[in-house]
């Protein structure tokens, strides 16, 4: 099995330590990690995130404490994510219907995802999705990534998703069935009770879109449907579930257990965990 694990990273800011944590963990299980961005834009740490004066206004404590702060950036001085792949080059752009030629040009996306998902899956072992605000415009809704997800879903390999992250497996959906792919799965992401009511902001741009443009609770709620469960798990301090192939987390106070738990499932055949 190959020992290398692709890490995708949001443009706009990610959490630091919702990489930093998982990453240190699958290299202690010597796992090598490469990363990969929507444009091949460098990734970079959102500022609170190792700050330890910062504090989170919905649990209204200060949540980078001195170890993720130190990680993060340690990390952000070893310049690793200055090796990045373009995810823009990789996977295909689905055609608009109403382009030119448009049956000749899907068929075209199709053939060529094919070959792009197989070349994935190959050199990869598991996918893991990075959290922080940054996702929530170039993640979440972007179709090369629900089709990086799905080459995964579909050979049954390890998925880890954490915060904000986890949002893109409501949306990465075979083209033609439509179905979610967590349908009937047990979950965990970021819960009401976290949510900012004003203050979303992201890197690279002034833009503060007050509240999250969605509450990632009720998202996953209804794409697990009445067979399935999205844990929340409000008021404890950690909420990581694995139900095979997914491995989710809800928040940073999770990333080492998320750690943890992503290296049980490679390398122990973990299946379930935390319900």
Not at 173 to 201: A, Q
Not at 214 to 241: C, W
């Amino acid at each position: 099995m190959s020992k290398k694990i692709l890490a995708i990273l949001s443009e706009y800011g990610y959490w630091g330590i919702e990489l930093v944590g998982p990453l240190t963990k699958l290299e202690e299980a010597g796992y090598t990690v490469e990363f990969m961005t929507p444009k091949g834009k460098k990734a970079e740490a959102l500022p609170p995130s190792y700050d330890t004066t910062y504090v989170d206004p919905p649990l209204g404590t200060c949540v980078t404490t001195p170890l993720a702060a130190e990680m993060v950036k340690a990390f952000e001085a070893t310049n690793r994510l200055e090796e990045r792949k373009n995810m823009s080059e990789v996977i295909p752009e689905r055609p608009y219907f109403s382009s030119s030629d448009f049956l000749r040009k899907f068929e075209k996306y199709f053939s060529d995802l094919k070959i792009a998902q197989e070349d994935l899956t190959t050199e990869y072992a598991a996918l893991l999705l990075v959290g922080g605000s940054g996702p929530i415009i170039d993640i979440v809704n972007n179709q090369r990534v629900h089709d990086i997800i799905l080459a995964f879903h579909k050979k049954d390999m390890p998925i880890g998703a954490i915060c904000y992250g986890v949002a893109p497996l409501v949306f990465a959906r075979d083209f033609n069935e439509r179905r979610s792919i967590i349908k009937g799965k047990h979950v965990t992401g970021h819960c009401i009770e976290y949510d900012y009511h004003d203050g979303t902001g992201f890197l690279n741009t002034d833009l503060n879109i007050g509240p999250p443009p969605y509450v990632l609770e009720y998202l996953l709620s209804d794409a697990v449907g009445p067979e399935g469960q999205y844990h929340g798990n409000f008021g404890k301090e950690t909420s990581v579930i694995v139900d095979y192939p997914f491995i989710t987390a809800r928040s940073l106070q999770c990333s080492f257990e998320f750690g943890d738990q992503f290296v049980n499932v490679l390398d122990n055949g973990l299946k379930r965990y935390g319900w």
